[in-house]
């Protein structure tokens, strides 16, 4: 004889449902890779607060690469153009990634983007993600490298306030160090900070006013 | 406030599976958040109260677990819980990649993830 019972309609119910919330991002990035890969494509994202020097920094980038090989940039900026407006003036494919008050750059919209350009040109394209020292780490993009922008204009202690954005960095830049003494802010003790978080990591001082340090970053981003 | 985005997953996912269920009414919803993803578990909160409202999902507990970060080392194959900076002037110890026995880089293994464990729900 078989016996059953059936819950009844106020059961309570416990299911494992085991799902990753990052998942959805994760994918489109992939996809995102792949369709870089298969064009030969790196992408690099430049993630850093507002005022880092994000834009000037990948202008200057640009100027160096834009006659060796076909170069974009993808400008994540939450509300103005005005950072595209700035690298279209180079005459490089620019697509502006508007996220209307959104505050990081995600896979979904780097996806469509990157629809928007003719990539069997290209080699390199510069993701600007959006000012914000937090958010942009947690959504992987799909780029090759993920380049992260401090200045010595936002203070001493700008490494150890945002640590996670460092753990998943691939290369760093000090950048504005021709204000260091000015600022009176040490860029060694900034890239002391950065190696306690992760020790391998390369990190460049740079200044988009007199050059310094371009080169060196120009051919760190090229074997990367 | 990337907490919005992952409020939204959580919802998306769960109503999804509550409608495919018909059942009406969540009660729990128990999350594992890792100790390097960088979501902060209050305004996590805040914007689950938020846009759970009128939903099969409102009134629910959010229950909160964080996992450990466990980071591995390629050089002299440690492997466990990860170096903190204890003297970073923050309010917590923050966790580093630097290997706490032989001090290169290691890989964060576990703690990296933000995830839906389980849910309870009533049908009616």
């Given at each position: 004889?078989?016996?059953?019972?059936?819950?009844?309609?106020?059961?309570?119910?416990?299911?494992?449902?085991?799902?990753?919330?990052?998942?959805?991002?994760?994918?489109?990035?992939?996809?995102?890779?792949?369709?870089?890969?298969?064009?030969?494509?790196?992408?690099?994202?430049?993630?850093?607060?507002?005022?880092?020097?994000?834009?000037?920094?990948?202008?200057?980038?640009?100027?160096?690469?834009?006659?060796?090989?076909?170069?974009?940039?993808?400008?994540?900026?939450?509300?103005?153009?005005?950072?595209?407006?700035?690298?279209?003036?180079?005459?490089?494919?620019?697509?502006?990634?508007?996220?209307?008050?959104?505050?990081?750059?995600?896979?979904?919209?780097?996806?469509?983007?990157?629809?928007?350009?003719?990539?069997?040109?290209?080699?390199?394209?510069?993701?600007?993600?959006?000012?914000?020292l937090i958010?942009?780490?947690?959504?992987?993009?799909?780029?090759?490298?993920?380049?992260?922008?401090?200045?010595?204009?936002?203070?001493?202690?700008m490494v150890?306030k945002h640590p996670h954005m460092f753990?998943?960095?691939?290369?760093?830049?000090?950048?504005?160090?021709?204000?260091?003494?000015?600022?009176?802010?040490?860029?060694?003790?900034?890239?002391?900070?950065?190696?306690?978080?992760?020790?391998?990591?390369?990190?460049?001082?740079?200044?988009?006013?007199?050059?310094?340090?371009?080169?060196?970053?120009?051919?760190?981003?090229?074997?990367? | 406030?990337?907490?919005?985005?992952?409020?939204?997953?959580?919802?998306?996912?769960?109503?999804?599976?509550?409608?495919?269920?018909?059942?009406?009414?969540?009660?729990?919803?128990?999350?594992?958040?890792?100790?390097?993803?960088?979501?902060?578990?209050?305004?996590?909160?805040?914007?689950?109260?938020?846009?759970?409202?009128?939903?099969?999902?409102?009134?629910?507990?959010?229950?909160?677990?964080?996992?450990?970060?466990?980071?591995?080392?390629?050089?002299?194959?440690?492997?466990?819980?990860?170096?903190?900076?204890?003297?970073?002037?923050?309010?917590?110890?923050?966790?580093?990649?630097?290997?706490?026995?032989?001090?290169?880089?290691?890989?964060?293994?576990?703690?990296?993830?933000?995830?839906?464990?389980?849910?309870?729900?009533?049908?009616?």
């Amino acid at each position: 004889m078989i016996q059953t019972i059936e819950a009844s309609p106020d059961e309570i119910y416990d299911i494992e449902l085991e799902h990753s919330l990052l998942e959805a991002n994760a994918r489109l990035a992939k996809e995102n890779r792949s369709l870089l890969d298969r064009h030969g494509v790196a992408a690099i994202d430049v993630m850093g607060a507002i005022g880092s020097g994000k834009t000037t920094l990948i202008g200057r980038l640009v100027e160096r690469l834009r006659d060796r090989f076909g170069v974009a940039v993808l400008n994540g900026d939450a509300t103005t153009s005005t950072d595209a407006d700035l690298i279209a003036g180079q005459n490089v494919p620019v697509v502006q990634i508007a996220t209307i008050n959104g505050c990081h750059l995600d896979a979904n919209l780097v996806g469509k983007a990157l629809r928007k350009i003719d990539l069997t040109q290209l080699k390199l394209i510069f993701i600007e993600n959006i000012g914000n020292l937090i958010c942009p780490a947690e959504f992987p993009l799909g780029s090759k490298a993920r380049l992260v922008v401090v200045s010595v204009t936002e203070g001493q202690y700008m490494v150890r306030k945002h640590p996670h954005m460092f753990l998943g960095a691939d290369l760093v830049v000090i950048n504005k160090v021709d204000l260091a003494t000015a600022m009176e802010v040490s860029v060694d003790d900034l890239i002391a900070d950065v190696h306690k978080l992760k020790p391998d990591i390369e990190v460049v001082p740079t200044s988009c006013k007199n050059g310094l340090g371009l080169e060196e970053l120009t051919k760190s981003l090229l074997a990367m | 406030m990337h907490e919005l985005s992952i409020a939204s997953a959580v919802v998306d996912r769960v109503l999804e599976f509550l409608d495919a269920q018909d059942a009406k009414k969540l009660l729990t919803v128990r999350l594992a958040i890792g100790e390097l993803s960088h979501v902060e578990a209050d305004q996590l909160r805040f914007c689950y109260t938020a846009i759970t409202q009128e939903t099969a999902m409102e009134d629910s507990t959010l229950e909160i677990e964080c996992v450990a970060a466990v980071v591995e080392c390629p050089r002299c194959s440690y492997r466990g819980s990860p170096k903190y900076w204890e003297d970073a002037l923050c309010a917590a110890p923050i966790p580093t990649l630097e290997c706490p026995q032989c001090r290169g880089a290691v890989e964060p293994v576990e703690g990296n993830d933000c995830a839906i464990k389980t849910i309870q729900f009533v049908r009616d």
